[in-house]
C-alpha cells in the first residue's frame, strides 16, 4: 500500500512534525521513537530464539525416543537370538577373565557342554 518513501516524502513529514511538536520537543519524541523500536526489535528477537530453543528441544525429545526405540528392538533381537542359540552352549570372551591364560593351546574361547 505505502511504496518506499523518497526524499521529498521525508522532507513533507519532518516538516509537518517541526510544525506540530516544535523544534524542542522533536528531539525527543526521536529518541522516545528510537528507543521504543530498539525494545521492539529486542522482544522480537528473544521470542524468535525462544521459539528456536523449543523446536530444538522437542527434535532432541524426538530423537531420544527414536534412539530408545531402536535400542528396545536390538535388545529384543539379541533375546531372539538367544533363545534360538539356546541348546548350543555359551561363547565367553577370551582373555584371563574365563581361566585361559594363554598356556593352553585351544583357545579356550567357547566353554564346553556339561
Not at 80 to 101: I, Y
Request: aromatic share 4%; no cysteine.
Amino acid at each position: 500500500m505505502f511504496g518506499s518513501i523518497g526524499g521529498f516524502e521525508m522532507l513533507v513529514l519532518m516538516a509537518i512534525g517541526l510544525l506540530v511538536f516544535g523544534p524542542r520537543k522533536l528531539p525527543e519524541i526521536g529518541r522516545t521513537l528510537g528507543k521504543a523500536l530498539v525494545e521492539f526489535r529486542k522482544a522480537g528477537m528473544e521470542l524468535k530464539n525462544s521459539i528456536e530453543r523449543e523446536v530444538n528441544l522437542e527434535e532432541l525429545n524426538e530423537l531420544k525416543e527414536s534412539g530408545r526405540a531402536v535400542g528396545r528392538e536390538v535388545s529384543a533381537g539379541i533375546d531372539s537370538v538367544k533363545q534360538g542359540l539356546g541348546g548350543l552352549g555359551t561363547v565367553e570372551p577370551p582373555g584371563p577373565a574365563n581361566g585361559a591364560e594363554g598356556g593352553d593351546g585351544g583357545g579356550g574361547d567357547v566353554a564346553k557342554k556339561d
